[in-house]
């Protein structure tokens, strides 16, 4: 597709299990984000990677979190051992290099760890 | 730590009315963007500010950034039921991090 493409759409877990979040970047984007949306709020940036090399991890909520690329493509969020409060939407977007600015959006994973 | 505290958090207005919807900070950006957010949909970028003082128009819409480059601001004239959702800031630095604003979610009632 053209777009950022993010799957599952919706997720719901049990506390304590891991789950992983996949998002497809738009062809020839180098640079990829993660952030996390909660319920009527802002978003709070996670990761950040420039092809596959993952500059800054530092917003990372905890080792609980990890992520990684392939290349210039798919990016997968794992959340081992999940709590309650990491229930949010977790947004992907990506950008042709990390300096032109526009960063395009996926439409989320929404997790809901009960 | 970059932070961006946006206001109103809340905003309901009737249809033909203005608004203005500031975001702001402590911290010096190289640019500042401003998205709209749909339920159910990601941000889409409305438009990107670079130079301190820089005023943008997008039809009814109106961005200004700050002459410090700390601040920005989204002006709607006549607002629009089609104008509802959140909005949010994003400021840039000389790297990678965008750092998003808190939002503001406004709705407009016909």
């Known amino acids: 597709g053209a777009g950022v493409s993010q799957s599952p759409s919706n997720k719901v877990t049990e506390k304590g299990k891991d789950v992983e979040l996949r998002c497809d970047p738009i062809?020839?984007?180098?640079?990829l984000y993660w952030y996390r949306q909660r319920l009527g709020q802002g978003l709070e940036f996670l990761i950040y990677f420039q092809g596959n090399s993952a500059p800054d991890k530092s917003g990372l909520p905890s080792d609980r979190f990890s992520a990684e690329r392939t290349g210039e493509s798919v990016s997968t969020l794992t959340i081992q051992r999940t709590q309650q409060e990491d229930s949010a939407v977790y947004l992907c977007?990506?950008?042709?290099?990390?300096?032109?600015?526009?960063?395009?959006f996926g439409e989320g994973s929404r997790l809901t760890v009960l | 730590t970059q932070l961006l505290e946006q206001s109103p958090q809340f905003l309901s207005i009737q249809e033909g009315e203005n608004l203005t919807v500031y975001c702001n900070s402590s911290s010096v950006f190289s640019s500042l963007q401003w998205y709209r957010q749909e339920p159910g949909e990601g941000p889409v970028l409305l438009v990107t500010v670079v130079t301190g003082g820089e005023v943008k128009k997008l039809k009814r819409l109106t961005f200004q950034f700050g002459d410090a480059r700390k601040d920005s601001s989204l002006h709607i004239t006549a607002a629009q039921p089609g104008d509802t959702g959140l909005y949010l800031c994003?400021?840039?630095?000389?790297?990678?991090?965008?750092?998003f604003g808190t939002g503001t979610r406004l709705k407009v009632l016909a």
């Open positions: 994003a400021g840039g630095g000389r790297t990678y991090k965008y750092i």
């Open positions: 062809s020839g984007h180098t640079a």
């Open positions: 977007a990506s950008s042709r290099d990390s300096y032109t600015g526009e960063l395009f």
